[in-house]
């Protein structure tokens, strides 16, 4: 996830994007990335800021994946210097296994997540990720595949439609929001992004909507998880990239909400655990820890880059390096 700033990528003629906590998960990742043969997946491409700077400043060959085709190709030009030191590849991320193997990569050194929904999407009505100005109901980030957040609100029931709300948004008023959706689709199906915006924000009591950033927030974010299916995927590629880790390669995650750091935070403390007693003099081998954490708990973007870059002011960054095969 990044934010806007002024200038071009790579010398471009595209607007240039602020990637979050750059230096940092450079900083964490390159001890691993020392070598020309040493491979680093950014498993989130989008506008390629972090991709870039892993390119400039480690040796290490960058494998780039990203399910939003026009990401790739904004990001293939701004990495085109890189030659073939750059491979991208159209995929979803939990499609990782598949990716390497098709490129003959049994183990990596490096792996980066960067959740959440990108600049390039929020900042572009016609992807429909925006509550604050109008644009079709989509909210897919592969466009060529998928349901669409039209699809959820037009014709899923109620019920349906309220259990996402509440498990992906934390809505109190989900049940109130999805009866107006479906009071209201029956005089109109919904095709807009300000037309459900505005329904959301007429459902939640006025004493309510004068606090907590706008009334629609929390529906846009959990229909965009569900259409893209954001937390199944999470929690199959954690997993699959860990194993994917050579030892001594070392895992950087920034989420940006709680369902997002809930599930990195189960994987990487899981594996960073020993299942021996802590009253054994010693631990036997093959019993130690996958995984050793690099940062104490969650780390936040600094106060200076929250002013500056008001996307950084949610996230929670997680990194972990391998210290073993598994048994």
């Known amino acids: 996830m990044s934010g806007p700033s002024p200038g071009s990528p790579g010398g ?59 990401a790739l190709r904004r990001s293939g030009e701004r990495l085109a210097p890189f030659g073939d030191r750059a491979t991208l590849v ?43 100005q109008d644009g079709p109901l989509d909210m897919r980030m592969d466009q060529s595949r ?25 809505e109190r008023f989900a049940s109130r929001i999805a009866d107006a959706i479906v009071r209201e689709r029956g005089v109109e199906p919904f095709t807009g992004t300000a037309r459900l915006a505005e329904l959301v924000r007429t459902s939640i009591p006025a004493a309510t909507r004068r606090t907590g950033g706008h009334p629609a927030k929390r529906t846009f974010q959990a229909l965009r998880i569900e259409v893209n299916d954001e937390i199944g995927v999470l929690k199959r590629a954690i997993p699959a990239a860990v194993d994917h880790l050579a030892t001594g390669g070392r895992i950087v995650v920034m989420s940006y909400q709680s369902l997002e750091d809930k599930v990195v935070k189960a ?44 996307r950084s002011q949610s996230v929670r960054l997680r990194a972990a390096e391998r210290t073993r095969d598994a048994a």
């Open 12 to 70: 471009g003629a595209e607007p240039a994007h602020v990637p979050v906590l750059l230096d940092r998960c450079v900083a964490l990742l390159a001890p691993a990335l020392t070598r020309a043969d040493d491979v680093v997946v950014d498993c989130t491409l989008g506008m390629g800021g972090h991709a870039e700077a892993l390119l400039q400043r480690t040796p290490a060959r960058l494998v780039a994946l990203d399910r939003d085709l026009e």
């Open 90 to 132: 159209h995929a979803v991320y939990d499609e990782l296994p598949q990716v390497l193997a098709d490129l003959g990569l049994a183990r990596v050194q490096g792996v980066l997540f960067d959740l959440g929904v990108s600049s390039l999407q929020l900042d572009e009505a016609d992807r429909g990720f925006a509550y604050a």
């Open 146 to 170: 998928g349901l669409t957040a039209a699809d959820i609100v037009n014709t899923w029931s109620g019920k349906d439609i309220a259990r996402v709300l509440k498990q992906h948004g934390d």
């Open 267 to 310: 994987e990487l403390v899981a594996r960073s655990s020993s299942e021996v007693p802590h009253d054994l003099p010693f631990v036997p081998e093959g019993a130690q820890p996958e995984l050793r954490l690099l940062v104490r708990g969650s780390e936040k973007a600094p106060e200076a880059e929250q002013e500056a870059n008001p």
